[in-house]
Nanobody, 118 residues
Framework: EVQLQASGGGLVQAGGSLRLSCAAS????????IGWFRQAPGKEREGVSC????????YYADSVKGRFTISSDNAKNTVYLQMNSLKPEDTAVYYC???????????WGQGTLVTVSS
């Protein structure tokens, strides 16, 4: 059973930073993307960032480029999202996902809430 356990959300002021973590387990796929999408109240899901397992390439939504950095610790099967210069529009529930790309999600965890106050 695939499990994706996200943590690290919270309340932060605009301009602040947070680091999200995602502990992944229960899968043996060879080629996948693992990363984060978010969903704000009343809005569509938005792919935020992911890493490709095949070549380690990273992908980012235009809205977070230059502010967010995704990384992974393969020994711990953990993916991190370092979020800097946070803006109120980054407020959302952030979900760790396993899928095919930044826009195709096959599995996701329970989500962690990030709230950025102005």
């Amino acid at each position: 059973e695939v499990q994706l356990q996200a943590s690290g959300g919270g309340l932060v002021q605009a301009g602040g930073s947070l680091r999200l973590s995602c502990a992944a387990s229960g899968f043996t796929f060879d080629d996948y993307a693992i990363g984060w999408f978010r969903q704000a109240p009343g809005k569509e899901r938005e792919g935020v960032s992911c890493i490709s397992s095949s070549d380690g390439r990273t992908y980012y939504a235009d809205s977070v480029k230059g502010r967010f950095t995704i990384s992974s610790d393969n020994a711990k099967n953990t993916v991190y999202l370092q979020m800097n210069s946070l803006k109120p529009e980054d407020t959302a529930v952030y979900y760790c996902f396993l899928g095919s790309s930044l826009y195709e999600y096959d599995y996701w965890g329970q989500g962690t809430l990030v709230t950025v106050s102005s």
